[in-house]
């Protein structure tokens, strides 16, 4: 159970909330536009650090906004491995991929003390099939899911351990420029554990890559607040992928074997590398 939770209709709080220009309902649904649907409710609640939000398997009914904190959303498969498949920050809706069979594909944990906002599903569907401009919003939102998804199975399939570690902190950091705040100086939710988990590699390989590329002078780490000196370096780092002698990459065990062990020397993937290195980093979202 949360530490504390409020339900309620009055969504003043929403217009004046932080989040209010990243977070979808804030953003288009003002308190006088919900008199228009009396039912409609938000539920706000608390949940200090390693507090699950909802379980993997559990009926699905709400939609999950994060208003402070962060979260992380934690797959388990059969044998009782967990896989981080998604990181929350505030402003992002969370939760909805059990729309599909009814269930929650996985479970949803807090980061750091946070706040999080909970609507049903089915009052969202209300303001929906009234208010186009939501329901695009909402088919936005979707989409981006979804290619989430595939960019981040390319991203673990294709891609260096350091190309992974150096696209993380990238996309953090525009993640963070969205919401008004720094791009170049920021503190990561998560430890290095999970952001191993996530990108697929061993704890001791995210920091050895994160130690290097300090020691390159481009990034200052003191614990988890982050410095970005040199943006234009990390950029660089996926065109360094075609140059010779690229082909042999570090990965969690050692060295990092393509797809296609077959075609080492020339795998399809590595056409046009560079381009698709940042196309693939621009579709990139851990949300």
Same mark, same amino acid.
């Given at each position: 159970m949360p530490v504390s939770e409020s339900i309620g209709k009055d969504l003043n709080g929403c217009s004046q909330c932080q989040q209010r220009h990243s977070c979808?309902?804030?953003?288009?649904?003002?308190?006088?536009?919900?008199?228009?649907?009396?039912?409609?409710?938000?539920?706000?609640?608390?949940?200090i650090r390693k507090q699950r939000v909802f379980s993997q398997d559990a009926e699905f009914s709400t939609c999950y906004i994060v208003k402070t904190g962060s979260v992380k959303a934690v797959s388990v498969d059969s044998k009782g491995n967990e896989k981080i498949v998604g990181f929350y920050l505030p402003g992002d809706i969370f939760g909805w991929e059990g729309i599909h069979k009814g269930q929650l594909p996985c479970s949803a944990v807090a980061m750091e003390r946070s706040t999080v906002c909970k609507i049903p599903l089915d009052h969202l569907e209300q303001v929906a099939l009234s208010r186009p401009d939501f329901l695009h919003s909402m088919l936005k939102l979707m989409s981006r899911e979804l290619n989430t998804?595939?960019?981040?199975a390319v991203l673990l399939t294709r891609y260096t351990a350091e190309e992974r570690v150096v696209a993380f902190l990238l996309e953090m950091s525009q993640r963070f420029a969205e919401r008004g705040l720094s791009?170049? %100086?920021?503190? +990561?939710?998560?430890?290095?554990?999970?952001?191993?988990?996530?990108?697929?590699?061993?704890?001791?390989?995210? %920091?050895?890559? +994160?130690?290097?590329?300090?020691?390159r002078g481009d990034i200052i780490l003191r614990g988890k607040e982050v410095r970005i000196l040199k943006p234009e370096r990390l950029h660089g780092i996926f065109d360094r992928s075609d140059e010779p002698g690229s082909d042999c990459h570090e990965e969690a065990g050692g060295v990092f074997h393509p797809i296609f062990p077959e075609q080492h020397k020339n795998p399809p993937f590595r056409t046009r590398r560079s381009e698709t290195n940042r196309g693939a980093l621009k579709a990139l979202r851990l949300v």
């Amino acid at each position: 159970m949360p530490v504390s939770e409020s339900i309620g209709k009055d969504l003043n709080g929403c217009s004046q909330c932080q989040q209010r220009h990243s977070c979808i309902v804030a953003n288009l649904l003002t308190p006088k536009a919900l008199d228009r649907f009396p039912g409609f409710s938000r539920h706000e609640a608390i949940y200090i650090r390693k507090q699950r939000v909802f379980s993997q398997d559990a009926e699905f009914s709400t939609c999950y906004i994060v208003k402070t904190g962060s979260v992380k959303a934690v797959s388990v498969d059969s044998k009782g491995n967990e896989k981080i498949v998604g990181f929350y920050l505030p402003g992002d809706i969370f939760g909805w991929e059990g729309i599909h069979k009814g269930q929650l594909p996985c479970s949803a944990v807090a980061m750091e003390r946070s706040t999080v906002c909970k609507i049903p599903l089915d009052h969202l569907e209300q303001v929906a099939l009234s208010r186009p401009d939501f329901l695009h919003s909402m088919l936005k939102l979707m989409s981006r899911e979804l290619n989430t998804v595939e960019t981040l199975a390319v991203l673990l399939t294709r891609y260096t351990a350091e190309e992974r570690v150096v696209a993380f902190l990238l996309e953090m950091s525009q993640r963070f420029a969205e919401r008004g705040l720094s791009a170049n %100086s920021f503190r +990561l939710p998560m430890n290095r554990t999970d952001m191993g988990n996530y990108l697929g590699l061993a704890v001791e390989t995210v %920091s050895r890559i +994160l130690g290097r590329i300090q020691q390159r002078g481009d990034i200052i780490l003191r614990g988890k607040e982050v410095r970005i000196l040199k943006p234009e370096r990390l950029h660089g780092i996926f065109d360094r992928s075609d140059e010779p002698g690229s082909d042999c990459h570090e990965e969690a065990g050692g060295v990092f074997h393509p797809i296609f062990p077959e075609q080492h020397k020339n795998p399809p993937f590595r056409t046009r590398r560079s381009e698709t290195n940042r196309g693939a980093l621009k579709a990139l979202r851990l949300v």
